[in-house]
T-cell receptor
Framework: DSGVTQTPKHLITATGQRVTLRCSPR?????VYWYQQSLDQGLQFLIQ???????AKGNILERFSAQQFPDLHSELNLSSLELGDSALYFC?????????????FGQGTRLTVV | AQTVTQSQPEMSVQEAETVTLSCTYD???????LFWYKQPPSRQMILVIR??????QNATENRFSVNFQKAAKSFSLKISDSQLGDTAMYFC?????????????FGKGITLSVRP
């Protein structure tokens, strides 16, 4: 158990819908990362937050947004869902969001868009 | 921008043998960190080993060791005495130190199969 909790574990929804994925980082970790893993794209970095502030942004679609709350949990919102958004979404957390400290991964949320 | 390249999509090794997984990266930074992560069929991402770029000594964790060649921007993973439980996807990853570069950038991964 990495200490990073992601909910839900599985999600099936229809095209055009909106979903929210939730991540609770390890106790004491200030930084949260979101990644998308699909079969043909590997692990794609979406966005990183550090202590409530956005630190880095990757190839995140405009239909996607995220935030980190004062209690440090994070949510990834996916809207106007398309079939191609079906993927495994990982959250990871680390103590300081850089400086080479290990990022611990949650077990992922499997999103299926039908 | 940093890039990480894993050119071998899959490899196979006999149990108890040694296997080396290749990784190259590109960056203009001088200080950074490199990682190998393992993703077994459970899909959990597990850190295998970590290397600081400013350290010349190669990192070692039990049966896992790296060959870090900074000038060549190469970071390979050697697995000794391969075990069936080593069957997984292995991802090489890069982390810079400054601001937006502090994210983990992954290669496409390599599927390793350990044969009994």
């Amino acid at each position: 158990d990495s200490g990073v909790t992601q909910t839900p574990k599985h999600l099936i929804t229809a095209t055009g819908q909106r979903v929210t994925l939730r991540c609770s980082p390890r106790s004491g970790d200030l930084s949260v990362y979101w990644y998308q893993q699909s079969l043909d794209q590997g692990l794609q970095f979406l966005i990183q937050y550090y202590n409530g502030e956005e630190r880095a942004k990757g190839n995140i679609l405009e239909r996607f947004s995220a935030q980190q709350f004062p209690d440090l949990h994070s949510e990834l919102n996916l809207s106007s869902l398309e079939l191609g958004d079906s993927a495994l979404y990982f959250c990871a957390s680390s103590v300081d969001g850089g400086l080479g400290t290990e990022a611990f991964f949650g077990q992922g949320t499997r999103l299926t868009v039908v | 921008a940093q890039t990480v390249t894993q050119s071998q999509p899959e490899m196979s090794v006999q149990e108890a043998e040694t296997v080396t997984l290749s990784c190259t990266y590109d960056t203009s930074e001088n200080n950074y960190y490199l990682f190998w992560y393992k993703q077994p069929p459970s899909r959990q991402m597990i850190l295998v080993i970590r290397q600081e770029a400013y350290k010349q000594q190669n990192a070692t964790e039990n049966r896992f060791s790296v060959n870090f060649q900074k000038a060549a921007k190469s970071f390979s993973l050697k697995i000794s005495d391969s075990q069936l439980g080593d069957t997984a996807m292995y991802f090489c990853a890069f982390m810079g130190l400054s601001g937006a570069n502090s994210k983990l950038t992954f290669g496409k991964g390599i599927t390793l199969s350990v044969r009994p």
